[in-house]
């Protein structure tokens, strides 16, 4: 059985972090320790700030992985991603920032994360960060963003 009593947002009315630096990301024990599979986290509204302009940016992203020992508690991810919102950095940034933190917390035989930043000058930006190989016996699926296209 699992304890879930180290867990300090879910359940519990949690304010959105005031940043990414002070947000905390949680995980709990992996349920099938004995079993390899991908876990798919989508973030379809993704908002950050031009660290030079302060507008605001958007973006989809999609974190893969197959975890180890502990997987990602769902509502601190929740949490971690909107407290970007007033955050400003570059989508090159935000994209590997995501990946890394995700893997730092948890540690996983292999992360993806992509970022479909939508256009920014008439321009759309996709970034992508891995950590690991994907295991050859773990089906993850396809990246089906569908490129930038525009209106019409």
């Known amino acids: 059985m699992t304890d879930y009593n180290s867990l300090t947002q879910l359940g519990k009315n949690t304010a959105l972090p005031a940043s990414p630096e002070e947000a905390v990301l949680e995980k709990v024990r992996n349920p099938h320790m004995n079993v390899d599979y991908a876990i ?5 509204e993704f908002t950050s700030l031009c660290p ?3 507008q605001p940016d958007f973006a989809h992203i999609v ?3 197959v975890p180890r020992e502990f997987i990602v508690e769902s509502k601190s991810l929740k949490l971690f991603l909107g407290s970007f919102r007033n955050h ?6 935000c994209t ?3 990946g890394k933190r995700v893997a730092e917390a948890i540690q996983p035989m292999w992360l993806r994360i992509a970022g479909y930043w939508y256009p920014r000058g008439g321009i759309p930006i996709d970034v ?4 690991g190989k ?3 016996d773990v ?3 396809p990246l089906d963003v569908p490129m930038y296209r525009g209106r019409g």
Do not use: N
Request: aromatic share 20%; charged share 15%; glycine share 6%.
């Open 128 to 131: 992508f960060f891995q950590v």
């Open 63 to 65: 974190i893969d992985y």
């Open 139 to 141: 089906w993850v699926a």
């Open 40 to 44: 798919r986290f989508t973030c379809p």
């Open 96 to 98: 590997v920032d995501i």
């Open 134 to 136: 994907q295991p050859a």
């Open 52 to 54: 030079l302009t302060g």
């Open 88 to 93: 400003g950095a570059f989508h090159e940034a």
